[in-house]
């Protein structure tokens, strides 16, 4: 084999469409842009959304709502968990908390939520607690510390 006998597969490569040429060539007179109106102009290209100069949907439909961007994202974790998963007067941490598998992500932080019963007593840390999660966990024994 040589360097020659390397060609393109056929029908790979397609020559460039050639407009406005003549009659003959197929692509004349109105270059394939079809006969009048705004997109047979030369800046016919009209933005996405363009309804032809009434009033476009996304400006006739009304606003919803907003994107609070300070919006905190916590892991949660519930009290009933904690009672399940660790000993007593353990100290839960969120690195205590992904070791465990309790929660995926930090996030942000983590928050306490008080669904379930807590018996024992534990030193939980995180960045937030319900009230009722704080209710529980006092009343078990337990201490609190907001990171």
Do not use: C, W
């Not at 949660?76 to 309790?102: H, Q, R, S, Y």
């Not at 995180?126 to 201490?143: D, V």
């Amino acid at each position: 084999m040589k360097i020659k006998d390397i060609v393109p597969t056929p029908g790979s490569r397609k020559k460039a469409k050639v407009v406005g040429r003549g009659r003959s060539s197929g692509h004349g007179k109105t270059s394939t842009r079809g006969s009048k109106g705004q997109g047979s102009r030369k800046s016919g290209n009209v933005r996405a959304g363009f309804e032809g100069g009434q009033m476009p949907l996304y400006r006739r439909l009304p606003k919803r709502g907003f994107k609070n961007f300070n919006r905190k994202f916590y892991a949660i974790v519930n009290v009933g968990k904690l009672n399940d998963l660790f000993d007593e007067k353990t100290e839960i941490t969120p690195e205590a908390l992904l070791k465990a598998d309790v929660i995926k992500d930090v996030q942000d932080g983590v928050k306490i939520l008080g669904d379930g019963m807590i018996t024992k007593p534990f030193v939980v840390k995180a960045n937030a607690f319900s009230a009722l999660a704080r209710q529980k966990i006092e009343a078990a024994g337990g201490k609190i510390e907001v990171i």
